[in-house]
């Protein structure tokens, strides 16, 4: 897995939120070779992508071994099935699914012999009305820009979110994540704290936003308390509680997606 680098996003609730979730213990995986799935289907009617490859020590360079030749689709509560073809090595895609809210989705993965299931229930979409840019809080002098993220929260529904940034056109690798514990039915202005790039007026900005299923939120909260316990920050290659049976690392999340681009002033 990749090194990550997690903050809490919410303003004013993140440190609460953050101190509230409970801690899992994870056992390290830091031998090579385990099988990696990272899925991922929207609501965005296009390409759905499902990525299968192997674990490399957490000293080795981010090279990922693609897994070839597995069988791999993506069924629905309504009866659909999705064949995904490999192109390239590695990268299975289906041209054109739409993920539905409330369907609940299965992923089938059959590669060396072994069959690996899981699922995961699309959220409805929620809004995310504006980006905009301040002062970052952690530059004396100024000049580095912070990121916010406004939108309502509905109330009375459990809604989970995941952020994705960019920056002049390169993600950057803190990952953003929270639940509305804290903000159900509230308008929520989210700092994304990003400590690892430093933004300056006139960089270009975007913004994705995911409203994710618990168990996936629970899968980057997990990440999240694992980056904040070790020292320096350094995450190495761990096992999270997947929702992929039989345990591998990696994840299957039907999310929505959205973004929106501005200019840092």
Known sequence: MKKIYIYALVSMFAITAVSCTKVIDLKLANDSGKLVIEGNITNVNGPQYIVLSRNVP??????????????????????????????????????SIAAVADRTYKMTVITGGVTYTATSVMPAAVSLDSVTS????????????????HLQDPPGIANQYRFVLWVNGVE??????????????????????????????????????????????????????QQRDSPGGGVAPSNPPSNISPACL????????????IVVN
Not at 134 to 149: A, E, L, Q, Y
């Open 172 to 225: 950057v690798n803190t990952v953003f994540a929270f639940d509305d514990e804290f903000t159900d039915g509230r308008y929520v202005n989210g700092d994304l704290v990003e400590n690892a790039t430093d933004i300056y007026a006139g960089d270009s900005v975007r913004v994705e936003m995911q409203c994710i299923d618990k168990p996936i939120y629970t899968y980057w909260v997990t990440l999240m308390n």
């Open 58 to 95: 957490f000293t080795s360079t981010n090279t990922y071994p693609p897994v070839s030749g597995a069988t791999v689709t993506v069924s629905d509560d309504q009866g659909n099935t999705y064949p995904f073809l490999e192109a390239p090595a590695g990268t299975y895609t289906a041209p």
């Open 250 to 261: 990696g994840y299957f999340s039907a999310h929505t997606t959205q973004t929106l681009n």
């Open 134 to 149: 301040k002062t970052s809080n952690f530059d004396p002098k100024g000049n580095r820009r912070g990121i916010t993220v």
